[in-house]
């Protein structure tokens, strides 16, 4: 931490004569102007001999300046300090120390410059000690070791969350606010974005992981993060955008593995792994475990039971047939194969000779229709169409069949050819 006005005092056994000296001396700087506060920044102790006028007003203008303290050297202009400057500084609580001639300014400023070096060097060693244990826990630990090893050195929490906001990663978490708002606000930016804020009484620091916004680091502290806590944190953001980039290469390589087996399947070549019996099923996400596969821009699942369109039962040599019965039970709408239950039995000929005065389309319209059971906006939907065009396709097969489709009798006819024609 940076030397304050009282460990300085006392280092250089100056007297404390009035005012707060417990806040941290950023710089020194010595003047005899009756203004000097157009040239100060704030944090600095002022050294003067009272050689300008030095009052209330005076001590004021220091105050609005950020000064924070004030050395009044004497033994020159000044025998003793002044007591109205006393009074003064005593009033509005600013430091206030009496520099005796023995003292040089000079010494206090080395005094001070030394503890700032040696404060800037004990936040580079932090900073270097940290970046590579940072590293280290990212070679052994992964992803997680990271988010453990950052929530060590910061005095707070850490929290990783996933492309959806969803906390995958933690450490003492257990107090962390709502951060949903902000988060989402993070990935509209775009990019390498950060944020900071307060909420909850915590100082809160955010920042994206990758431009693609591969997740969101999200650090709480009681007090603001320093430089040296910032740059750590932003190191344990790099490597966990780096591991998380080899994550998603390295499940790509996984699915892309997976896909080459399914097509091996298609072809009617077996892999390992499978049981000896087992359904194709059509799914929305991927299982935890088992095999699956990504075909055709579905995902494909081989196992005995699951949540899904479904094959009957196959072997691994019987795997392409499985996978059109998923399609056939996934365009009829129903969970398995067998819920068709036969009923696409129906004469030879039959679905060719009905279906022969419609073209592709039509067709296609006609089973998405008929599959959502004449119901006009799902179908629209399913097909991506505007309902009028939907109910101009179904009037145009009415014409070329010459019949209407308001008859139960010719949509079950229907239904029954294109699924015929689907075998």
Do not use: C
């Not at 209330?56 to 050297?73: C, I, K, Q, S, W």
């Not at 997680?144 to 969803?166: E, F, K, N, P, S």
């Not at 450490?171 to 962390?176: G, L, S």
């Amino acid at each position: 931490m940076p030397i304050t006005l009282r460990e300085l005092a006392r280092t250089l056994r100056l007297p404390v004569l009035a005012g707060d000296v417990s806040r941290p001396v950023g710089w020194v700087h010595g003047t005899e102007l009756a203004d000097p506060t157009p040239f100060l920044e704030g944090g600095e102790l002022l050294l003067t001999t009272g050689l300008a006028v030095v009052g209330a007003d005076y001590v004021e203008r220091l105050v609005r300046a950020g000064v924070v303290g004030l050395g009044f050297g004497t033994g020159l202009g000044h025998d003793v300090v002044p007591v109205e400057l006393v009074e003064a500084a005593a009033k509005a609580d600013l430091g206030l120390v009496e520099v005796p001639r023995g003292v040089p300014f000079i010494a206090i400023s080395k005094a001070v410059s030394k503890a700032l070096a040696a404060d800037e060097y004990a936040a580079l060693t932090r900073t270097s000690e940290a970046q590579r244990a940072l590293t280290r826990a990212a070679v052994r630990g992964g992803v997680a070791g990271v988010v453990r090893r950052l929530g060590q050195w910061i005095d707070g929490w850490v929290v990783l969350l996933d492309a959806a906001g969803v906390a995958v990663h933690e450490h003492n978490a257990r107090q962390v606010p709502g951060l949903s708002a902000e988060v989402a606000r993070l990935r509209t930016a775009g990019g390498l974005a950060s944020a900071a804020f307060e909420t909850g009484g915590w100082n809160v620091f955010l920042q994206a992981l990758g431009s693609r916004a591969r997740g969101v680091l999200a650090v709480g502290t009681a007090a603001p993060l320093d430089a040296a806590d910032l740059s750590i944190v932003n190191t344990a953001a790099s490597l966990l955008t780096l591991a998380l980039a080899q994550n998603d290469a390295v499940d790509a390589a996984h699915r892309e593995l997976r896909s080459g087996q399914f097509r091996l399947l298609l072809a009617g070549i077996p892999i390992d792994g499978l049981p000896s019996r087992f359904r194709v099923f059509l799914v929305d996400e991927p299982p935890d475990a088992g095999f699956w596969a990504e075909h055709e821009g579905r995902i494909v699942v081989l196992t005995k039971e699951f949540d899904g369109f479904a094959s009957s039962e196959v072997d691994v040599t019987e795997v392409a047939r499985g996978y059109r019965e998923a399609q056939q039970a996934r365009r009829a709408g129903v969970r398995t194969f067998e819920d068709l239950a036969g009923s696409l039995k129906v004469p030879d000929g039959f679905a060719d000779a009905l279906l022969r005065p419609l073209d592709a389309e039509t067709r296609e319209t006609l089973r998405v229709w008929l599959t959502h059971h004449g119901a006009w906006d799902p179908a629209a939907a399913e097909l991506g169409v505007h309902r009028h065009t939907l109910r101009n396709r179904v009037r145009k097969a009415e014409q070329a069949l010459g019949r209407s489709l308001d008859s139960p009798g010719l949509r079950a006819e229907l239904w029954l050819a294109l699924h015929r024609e689907g075998q």
